[in-house]
């Protein structure tokens, strides 16, 4: 809730947006090393009320129309990366460089150049939304998604990608 | 991040000197220049498609309220004549368009007839090399008068780049069959400087929709 202010509030759970998302009912999730970067002010574009988290597993809880390889009750490991899946870049697999999935590219061309992917919970020139460090986080373009196969190890485990 | 134009990084350099006009070939035109009352906007985008599958999404007007921002609703009036509605809550303005020129698969020209907007633009679709795509670039001229007030006021956004955003929101469609939209995120209280910042990060204008239904 601001600069080196870290709280747990109760919002509104999210919602399917398109037809590619899932919302995923979060079983482990990560704070990572990078994480500081946002606590800290070094990453602009974060503001109060924005929530933290782009590593993070869980169980599948719904899925929109064309989401075909998933369904309810899946595990699932969500990569950092929003990936479309489509474009120049993800066909060469250079997944961080979609240029589709990011709803605020415009905040990373005036401030870096050039946009990359749309991340979660990782400010809003970063795409703006949600991250995982909640109950439930709202995935897209989940034809990408990691299955976490059964196994105790990897049930118990997020690890940071 | 909403006065300048950001010209991509595939437009090709122009040469400074012609002063052709700006519906003959987008390719050999001065580079785009504020004057006279005129906004002029350039862009392109390399999209994954055919120039024959994009020409075709862009033609069907009636489909553009899913991709363009702020566009309420196209009717369609003639073979090449159309009505355009564009709304931010109980704001309207409305304008006919027709086409003027039309080469599918390689380029759309249009230009306003009447109404609350006074503008041209053109569309070129031309196939990247070693199969990478089409390289679609857009170029507009608006005339400022009626549009400063309206569009402007309306959308919050400089015209120059709700061009570029609408293309970028059309490369989204074309490629993935959805627009990014981080809009709806759930979040705790934003507080008053969070609040204004919204407007200042362009997420006060609505993502269109994309996909008619998730
Ligand atoms: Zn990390
Ligand atoms: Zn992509």
Partial sequence: MGTSKVETLTVPDPELVNPHDAIIKI????ICGSDLHLYDGFIPTMEAGDIMGHEFMGIVEEVGKDVHNLKRGDRVVVPFTIACGNCLFCKK?????????????????AAYGYSGSGLFGYSHMMG???????????ALRQRRPVEARDGPARRESALPL | MSTALNEKPNAESLPASSGAAILQDGHYLAPPEDKDGKLWARTTALIQGSPDDLYALWRANENTPLWQEQIE??????????R??????????????EIVADEPGKRIVWRSLDGDINEAGEVIFEPAPADRGTF??????????????????????????????NLR???ALAETGEIPNSQTAPHGDRGVVGKMKRSLYGETIPTPPGATAV
């Fill in chain 1, 27 to 30: 079983t482990r999730t990560a």
């Fill in chain 1, 93 to 109: 697999k250079i997944w961080s460089a979609c240029d589709n999935t990011n709803p605020n590219a415009h905040l990373m061309e």
């Fill in chain 1, 128 to 138: 703006g939304y949600a991250g995982g460090q909640a109950q439930y986080a709202r």
């Fill in chain 2, 73 to 82: 609703e196209v009717v369609i009036t003639g073979v090449n004549t159309s």
């Fill in chain 2, 84 to 97: 355009w509605t564009m709304k931010d809550g109980d704001k309207t303005i409305t304008w006919n368009a």
């Fill in chain 2, 136 to 165: 679609v670039t857009v170029l507009m001229e608006f005339r400022i008068g009626k549009l400063a007030s309206a569009w402007e006021t309306l959308t919050g956004r400089n015209p120059k780049q709700g061009v570029i955003e």
């Fill in chain 2, 169 to 171: 929101h059309f490369k």
